[in-house]
């Protein structure tokens, strides 16, 4: 071999690697991918968006009713007179608003006649500010288990295009009856990818779910404490008029 021979190998080995690189790049993975796996692929970067989505919009909706409810709660910790601070927050959709309303229209209700059961109306105090809050609650946690559908089933769903990138690799292998590695590095190139965009909707999903849920746990012992506050208040109240 003369010597101009081995300088040219050496120049086109540099282009080749360049080439074989660019073609196990993300795009070109995509491109080359059968039509099964495409389909995987896209989906998981819809449930990819999806779930920022709803990451960002969750903590928005979480953080507002956090604040607003401690400033309610801090405004009605301070009113002198509860009617006309019911009459000031009569539109209000602030959690704590909304339990302090039912509440307040129950304890009307149960106290309107001139014989006032007194046991019963705490009883139906609590259930009904206990209902107020769970709704509140519920209200707030929806969208939520989009989250944990997403954490639980993007792995598999990749595992899924995986196991479909795999058997194309074999695939090839029996048809061209090589086993080079430039025959089933496609396949598997495009099988692995699959996996890690199935991995990159997942774990934002899971981490996002285990943290939303920590505080709305935290949100919920907030307004349980809240009611409790308001129904010994109103406890007070019957027994005052004893």
Aim: hydrophobic share 50%.
């Amino acid at each position: 071999m003369t010597l101009s021979t081995l300088l040219l190998s050496a120049a086109a080995a540099p282009a080749t690697l360049a080439t074989e690189a660019a073609s196990l790049s993300p795009w070109a993975l995509f491109l080359q991918a059968d039509v099964v796996v495409k389909a995987i692929m896209i989906g998981l970067l819809l449930a990819s968006l999806w779930t920022w989505w709803v990451i960002f919009s969750f903590w928005i909706k979480l953080s507002a009713a956090n604040k607003e409810s401690a400033k309610f709660e801090q405004e009605f910790w301070r009113a002198k007179d509860v009617d006309g601070f019911y009459q000031a927050h009569a539109t209000s959709v602030t959690p704590s608003a909304k339990v302090f309303a039912a509440g307040l229209t129950e304890w009307r209700q149960s106290t309107r006649g001139p014989n006032i059961d007194r046991d019963g109306t705490r009883e139906r105090l609590a259930t009904v500010m206990n209902a107020a809050t769970a709704t509140e609650v519920d209200n707030l946690a929806d969208r939520l288990n989009i989250l944990a559908t997403v954490g639980s089933v993007a792995p598999f769903v990749g595992l899924f295009g995986t196991v479909w990138g795999i058997m194309r690799s074999f695939t090839a292998i029996a048809a061209q009856q090589n086993t080079n590695l430039a025959v089933v590095a496609p396949g598997i190139a495009e099988a692995l990818f699959a996996t890690a965009i199935g991995l990159f909707a997942a774990i934002p999903a899971v981490i996002a779910y285990n943290r939303y849920s920590h505080g709305l746990n935290r949100f919920e012992a907030k307004l349980n404490r809240f009611a409790d506050g308001f129904h010994s208040t109103l406890s007070r109240e019957l027994e005052a008029a004893q």
